[in-house]
């Protein structure tokens, strides 16, 4: 994902990187006339001013070529760390619910946040380490130029400096990783922190475990690996400082004895040029710490493997605009099933199905069994949040294989969960926000009007009890207009009189809207009321019942 933005930004980065050639270039031009000028001082005390004006020329080169060269490679960076997090964002959109509950939220989340922040602070310090890594290239070149003899000593330092960073780094890096897995534990245990909030409050217990066993635990293999990582860099960036100083030292006691030949203006040059270097050397050095950092980041959000944001196009779409499925009278169901990859214990694998059978439109279902018995999961499989090991799904005779078909399909789908999410945006059927006079009705009919009120297809709250949430889940579903809705245990958190209306006019309302209305439930009290009844046994359909036809036939005061 990361290269291919990079590619798509060569060229600025091609100019800037030529920008940074020029700033350095004009900088060792600074270099050779200050030496140039320190051996006429020797002959001479007067000012050449063609000289001077050379050197202000260089001295402004070196000031806006710098800025030049880091002013484009910061808007670059701006620009990568945006394209960046917005391709993150699409991959996430792309991704199968399937493999984000797989992955776990805690991952997700820590990637976002951490990963994502620090590619973010890697690329942002790139500008400068280009300029420094051009600027020491082009000192190491020059060197060259002054003197390969003394060079050769460089080189010889240098490269132990190069193999002993690249020890540094191999080492810094694999403790980068092991801190990332426990940065990602520690995300987990403060998301159990907050989420157990009640919970903790109450059992003195609990809390202690929680602190002493899993927190305190993890803040101590995070503190231990920091240490070592903040060490390792720390010492090899004072290191590299050191070994420059080492390394003028040995060029002026070693060029008096072995190479006499050597002029003092070339070794005053030499050692001018090496101390130019010092700052862009540990601009580069300390740049690698972030550079793992970077590096550790980028492949955990790659290990991620969301997927490629290439349908990303489809997956924003109206439904209305893929394929068009608006005429369909039943839901035919055949042979489906489905396997979990990993149930929790190693040797289990909770599965689905075979599962045959027909949903018509305008009929209510009831989908039901014991606790674990699969009905959520079949409702998943249903909707498409997971993908089918084999078995189909068809729309009348029209299975839905293709992307854009489930798209499509999934576009006349309105669910909600046992653990939905409430959003507090209010959506009309064309996708943008509905008008708050379609609202308020729906409000005042679920007795939430004293509660919340909207403003521009927003709620005004969403801190509300479960049962109030779900009413707004409902009001929205209701506003989305959708041909097929799901309610998995939606009656379960109301109180009885909500619970009778649900079962005995809203439902009934909803099938004379021409809905398919799929209720996931325990309340056997209205079972009487379903058209058709599905009841769940460890994964499979063991009962599919059509009910009676002769229904009663309650008065619509929910309209
Ligand atoms: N994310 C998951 N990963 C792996 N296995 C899962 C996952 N979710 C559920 N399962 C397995 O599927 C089984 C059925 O779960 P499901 O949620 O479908 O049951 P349910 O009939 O809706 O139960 P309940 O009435 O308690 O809501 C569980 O017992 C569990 O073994």
Not at 133 to 155: A, D, E, K, M, P
Not at 510 to 537: C, G
């Amino acid at each position: 994902m990361f290269k291919s933005i990079l590619l798509r930004f060569k060229w600025p980065i091609l100019t800037a990187t030529f920008f940074s050639i020029l700033g350095a270039l004009a900088g060792l031009g600074m270099l050779k006339i200050i030496t140039t000028q320190l051996a006429a001082l020797s002959e001479s005390h007067h000012i050449n001013w063609n000289d001077f004006a050379l050197f202000v020329s260089a001295v402004l080169g070196v000031l806006l070529f710098g800025l030049g060269s880091r002013y484009l490679l910061a808007k670059l960076s701006a620009q990568v760390v945006y394209e960046f997090r917005d391709e993150l964002a699409r991959r996430l959109l792309c991704t199968q619910y399937a493999t984000i509950e797989r992955l776990g939220g805690h991952r997700i989340l820590a990637a976002m946040k951490t990963d994502a922040a620090k590619l973010s602070d890697g690329l942002l310090i790139m500008p400068g380490f280009i300029y420094s890594f051009v600027t020491v290239l082009l000192c190491l070149g020059y060197l060259v130029f002054l003197s390969w003899q003394l060079f050769s000593v460089v080189f010889v330092l240098i490269t132990a400096i190069v193999l002993l960073a690249r020890l540094f780094l191999g080492i810094g890096l694999r403790h980068y990783r092991i801190l990332r897995g426990h940065e990602d534990e520690l995300f987990d245990g403060l998301t159990t922190l907050v989420n157990g909030a009640k919970e903790l409050s109450i059992n003195a217990k609990r809390r202690k475990f929680v602190y002493q066993s899993i927190l305190l635990r993890n803040f101590a293999d995070i503190k231990e690996r920091s240490i070592k990582v903040s060490v390792l860099f720390t010492m090899l960036n004072s290191m590299a400082s050191t070994l420059v100083f080492f390394v003028i030292g040995v060029i002026v006691f070693g060029a008096a004895n072995y190479w006499p030949e050597i002029s003092l203006n070339t070794i005053v040059s030499f050692v001018l040029t090496i101390l130019y270097m010092i700052n862009p050397l540990e601009s580069v050095v300390g740049s690698l710490n972030q550079m793992s950092d970077f590096s550790a980041s980028y492949r955990n959000i790659e290990n991620l493997d969301l997927n490629n944001s290439s349908n990303f196009a489809i997956r924003i779409q109206n439904d209305a605009n893929t394929v068009d499925i608006k005429q369909w009278n039943e839901i035919k169901i055949s042979q489906l099933c489905f396997e979990y990859e990993n149930s929790g214990l190693d040797d289990y694998h909770f599965s689905v199905g075979p599962i045959t059978t027909q949903l018509k439109r305008g009929e209510a279902v009831y989908l039901t069994g014991g606790n674990g018995s699969g009905k959520s999961t079949f409702a998943k499989l249903l909707l498409g949040l997971y993908q089918a090991t084999s078995g189909t799904i068809s729309l009348d005779d029209k299975p839905i294989r293709q992307v854009d078909e489930l798209q499509s399909y999934q576009g006349l789908c309105s669910a909600i969960f046992s653990d939905f999410h409430l959003f507090n945006h209010v959506l009309a059927p064309d996708g943008e926000l509905a008008k708050d006079e379609d609202i308020v009705p729906f409000l005042q009919q679920l007795e939430m009007d004293n509660k919340v009120a909207t403003h521009h297809g927003c709620f005004s709250s969403t801190a509300l009890s479960q049962g109030q949430k779900k009413r707004l889940a409902l009001v929205m579903s209701y506003i989305e207009d959708c041909p097929i809705c799901l309610y998995d245990e939606w009656a379960a958190d109301q109180d009885p009189r909500f619970r009778e209306l649900f079962y005995t006019e809203i439902i009934p309302q909803l099938k004379r809207q021409n809905k398919l209305v799929l209720v996931i439930t325990h309340d056997d009290k209205y079972f009487e009321l379903a058209d058709q009844l599905l009841r769940f046994e460890s994964g499979h359909l063991v009962e599919d019942i059509r009910l009676s036809e002769s229904k009663v036939n309650f008065d619509p005061i929910f309209a």
